[in-house]
């Protein structure tokens, strides 16, 4: 039987063994509901602050003066922004906040905190946001060397397959299988594009958490008019580094391959077989298969006719479908969430899904901010249109949308990338939260034969309630990067202006500072086949209005080790120094850890300022007990540089059915006990 809603497909499966599985959905919940019952201090009180964290931009140049800016829209237990002036705390693991370091705080203005960040190196940053009573989120950044990849439309992967392609979720693994070509018909492969990239090949899979495409059988890859024939591919999208397998003299050998160019090198080492091994999807219980996928880097995946599958069984087909890459959930927007935490909808209805356009309705009742404990109740209404457009020049992508149209908070927010030629680059934002507070910031980024300019600039003023504004403008020229002759290190100096002007009925304040700094830094080295290493070092010195002139300086140093598959570790020390020492610290020790098993997992974040003791920890621990039960840890720690914080551990017992879990947790922090039926997390 085949049940439509909106466009929406569910399959529901007349076959023998429904009362078998009704029976096992009764003693499931008579288990997790004797555990409750047995558990003592079971408080429901009001949850803690929620945060939800966004980006004026995807991206930024990884070349310490290109910023983009951090928004945390912060609401309390009950779903309400919370009043101005809610300090919210920012740390990263790459790159540095404005006029602070690897730690910095900002207040709220309705309901939102935004900050400033930059970075010298390239790379995913990771940062959190927290504020003083248990609110806390996490999001991802990418700082690169390549200014195309600062066009969001400009960077999606594209995979078509004749025969099988299928996603899985808990592995983050996008794997295509070319249709066996029959007697007299012509043979068929996989099709995967990404910017001006084509992979063909008989069998491909990407690792979406690393970036990395493993290709096999007879593969082609073509960039511009350059090619390469291989029996197998390793490339990483992002850095270009790659290796294959290629014929010569009709033997195999292993070679490196300059990622842009597809230049071949004899790999005199060899190259370790790991590279090319492809993860074993026969144990997966959570795919979906689609006609076509599209994969944008870091950030989200888009299914065309997808299929829901959980173990082997069908769950339901959709027209459209978008899954954020770091979703912990394989459909967190469909069905009901029902439990001690009350009933939830989240709903999106995709009215247009392309590769340069998405079109969505989101409708929501008991919406859920952050975690399950802040929880707004009645409707809410969201309508959201992406747009972009990719040709060879000339390239934009952008997003605009209401929020909350149904209540008195509503907002409105507009983002905008565009390039014009092949040296110029510019991003936009414009955020009217709430509709009580205007927000505008804009980048442009040129090239000027060796040079590269930045000019960047924000302002912003209250409409309603006590009078704020504030505006922000800066500058830099910088050389292009030379190679330090002797050396694989490069240098490239610069210089900075910058002005900041803030005016309230308190108070009123103006800083002009100019800068002058040179800056070195070290690709990837690669210390053995597991292990890489990056450095970077900025020293200059900085004038200003203010009487705080003095010596700046800025050194990182970073190591990352491979421990197979898409597991890795990832270590860093920065230092800062600024002409007023930053009260957040200056040396700052980051760590995170991801690896993934047949069934458990790991994930850990860590960042540590040596000399202020601020902290910022999460743990997530997932074990299968078997083969619908799961039992999960997630602890989080915040430490803050003026004193106190908060630690909170979140135990879980999961049991899966019909693509949905069944979740008993406990919070430490809540003293508070949930058993909810919500979207199947893996």
């Known amino acids: 039987m085949l049940f439509r809603f909106n466009g929406m497909s569910f399959a529901h499966n007349r076959a023998q063994g429904h009362p078998a599985r009704f029976g096992s959905v009764c003693r499931s919940l008579a288990i997790l509901w004797a555990i409750a019952s047995m558990l003592p201090g079971a408080v429901y009180a009001a949850g803690p602050p929620t945060i939800v964290l966004s980006t004026s931009r995807y991206a930024a140049l990884s070349d310490g003066r290109d910023s983009l800016e951090i928004i945390a829209e912060v609401r309390d237990g009950s779903g309400r922004f919370v009043p101005d002036g809610t300090v919210v705390t920012f740390s990263t693991n790459l790159g540095l906040f404005a006029d602070a370091g690897g730690s910095a705080r900002a207040e709220t203005r309705s309901g939102t905190a935004r900050i400033r960040i930059s970075s010298q190196q390239k790379g995913a940053a990771t940062l959190t946001a927290s504020v003083t009573g248990g609110g806390f989120q996490r999001m991802e950044v990418l700082f690169t060397d390549d200014p195309a990849d600062t066009i969001e439309g400009n960077a999606y992967v594209s995979v078509e397959s004749s025969g099988t392609l299928i996603y899985a979720a808990a592995e983050r693994t996008i794997e295509a299988i070319a249709r066996i070509a029959k007697e007299g018909e012509a043979a068929s492969d996989v099709r995967l594009t990404y910017r001006n990239l084509e992979i063909r090949a008989e069998r491909l899979q990407i690792d979406c958490s690393a970036n990395v495409v493993r290709a096999s059988g007879s593969v082609r890859a073509t960039i511009v008019k350059k090619g390469l024939r291989c029996a197998r591919l390793y490339y990483n999208l992002l850095t270009g580094k790659a290796y294959a397998i290629v014929e010569k003299d009709r033997t195999l050998e292993p070679v490196t391959i300059a990622g842009r160019d597809l230049a ?407 003293r508070k006990v949930m058993l909810n039926l919500e979207a199947a997390h893996f």
């Open 264 to 670: 071949e090198t004899a790999a005199e080492q060899g190259v370790a077989p790991k590279y090319f091994e492809m993860a074993d999807l026969a144990e997966a219980k959570l795919i979906i298969a689609a006609h076509h996928i599209r994969l944008f880097p870091g950030d989200k995946l888009q299914f065309r006719r997808p299929r829901f599958y959980d173990g082997g069984d069908h769950l339901f087909t959709l027209a459209y479908y978008s899954l954020s890459l770091y979703s912990t959930q394989l459909f967190t927007d469909q069905l009901l969430t029902l439990g001690t935490e009350g009933v939830g909808v989240d709903l999106p209805l995709y009215y247009d899904l392309t590769p340069v356009s998405k079109g969505l309705v989101r409708v929501r009742y008991g919406e859920r901010y952050g975690s399950a404990y802040a929880i707004r109740p009645g409707f809410a209404l969201d309508v959201l249109q992406s747009y972009a457009q990719t040709p060879r020049s000339g390239r934009y992508s952008g997003e605009y949308g209401f929020t909350g149209l149904t209540r008195s908070d509503w907002g409105f927010r507009w983002t905008h990338s565009q390039e014009f030629g092949t040296d110029t680059l510019t991003s936009l934002h414009f955020d009217l939260p709430q509709h009580r507070s205007v927000f505008g910031s804009g980048n442009i980024s040129h090239r000027l034969g060796n040079f590269r300019l930045g000019l960047s600039g924000s302002a912003h003023t209250t409409l309603t309630g006590p009078t704020a504004v504030g505006s922000y403008a800066s500058a830099y020229l910088e050389t292009r990067p030379a190679k330090i002759k002797g050396t694989p290190a490069m240098i490239a100096v610069g210089g900075t202006a910058t002005t900041t002007r803030t005016s309230s009925a308190a108070s009123r304040t103006y800083t002009l500072s100019e800068g002058l700094q040179v800056r070195m830094f070290t690709p990837s080295i690669q210390i053995n086949r597991a292990t890489s290493l990056t450095t970077a070092l900025t020293v200059g010195h900085l004038w200003n209005n203010t009487g705080t002139s003095g010596s700046t300086t800025y050194a990182t140093i970073g190591a990352t080790r491979s421990l197979g598959g898409s597991s890795a570790l990832n270590l860093a020390y920065d230092y800062v120094h600024l002409p007023v020492a930053s009260v957040d610290g200056s040396h700052r020790v980051s760590l995170s850890l991801g690896t993934t098993e047949s069934r458990w997992g790991l994930y850990l974040y860590n960042t540590y300022m040596l000399d202020t003791q601020a902290l910022s920890f999460i743990g997530d621990l997932q074990f299968t007990l078997a083969p619908r039960w799961r039992f999960g840890i997630s602890a989080s720690v915040q430490e803050y540089v003026a004193g106190g914080g908060y630690s909170e551990l979140i135990f879980g017992l999961a049991r899966n059915i019909g693509g949905r879990d069944i979740v008993l947790s406990y919070s430490t922090y809540l």
